[in-house]
């Protein structure tokens, strides 16, 4: 089973050059997810995400604790018979029709137009989103949970080499619920999800 390391950063213009410098291009794509939870929030605060990209399901379960993790790391779920044996749903029904009788609704709709790069053997993803948001992910994929911590390091040394800050940076999900859905916001606060910061 696939394993997605990454791990987000900020950049300014400058620092996008340095890193862009030299990558092969591997495409700009744009896509739209539909992300979904529950009157309580009993997934996001579980940092158990649920959404629909431009019409398939996905469901991204953590891996770690969240807050004992150094990078993001989420088993994915990526076929609908597999996320319906997670909630363990019936298998005859649709997923769709089981998860809205289940009281799973969206919460936000976020447009992301992707500019894919690779480099020494990582990916770079450069996300644009429409809400007016900027943000970077290096990732590398691995085959299984040992290989986890070697990517995890050498995700930190590309971006130390290229002088990337470490540090939070939120993700658009956060970044929206945050200017957007401030309850929400809160709840995944309360919970541990995300930590509080200082800019309000
Ligand atoms: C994992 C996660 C969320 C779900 C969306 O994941 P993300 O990697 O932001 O989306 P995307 O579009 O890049 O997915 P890909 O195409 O790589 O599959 S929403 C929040 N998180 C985790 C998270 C957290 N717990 N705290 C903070 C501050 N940011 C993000």
Redesign the pocket.
């Given at each position: 089973m696939a394993i997605?390391v990454?791990k987000k950063f900020f950049l300014n213009n400058s620092d996008k050059r340095v890193l862009i410098d030299g990558a092969d291009s591997v495409g700009v794509k744009t896509f739209t997810?539909i992300y979904y939870d529950n009157a309580i929030y009993n997934l996001t605060s579980n940092?158990i995400?649920l959404r629909v990209r431009d019409g398939r399901w996905e469901l991204?379960l953590p891996l770690e604790h969240?807050q004992t993790r150094i990078v993001?790391q989420?088993r994915e779920l990526e076929t609908e018979s597999d996320i319906s044996e997670y909630f363990n749903f019936p298998k005859d029904k649709p997923l769709t029709q089981l998860l809205t009788d289940a009281g799973y609704q969206p919460f936000a709709s976020l447009t992301?137009t992707r500019s894919k790069y690779k480099k020494e053997g990582f990916t770079i993803?450069l996300?644009a989103i429409d809400f007016g948001y900027e943000i970077v992910?290096i990732e590398k994929i691995v085959d299984n949970e040992t290989e986890i911590s070697k990517a995890t390091n050498a995700i930190l040394s590309f971006a130390k080499k290229y002088n990337l800050k470490t540090g939070?940076?939120?993700?658009?999900?956060?970044e929206y619920l945050k200017r957007n859905d401030r309850k929400h916001f809160e709840a995944l606060i309360a919970s541990g999800?995300?930590?509080p910061d200082d800019d309000g």
């Open positions: 997605e990454e997810d940092d995400w991204k969240f993001d989420y992301t993803d996300d992910e939070q940076v939120r993700g658009k999900v956060i999800v995300v930590l």
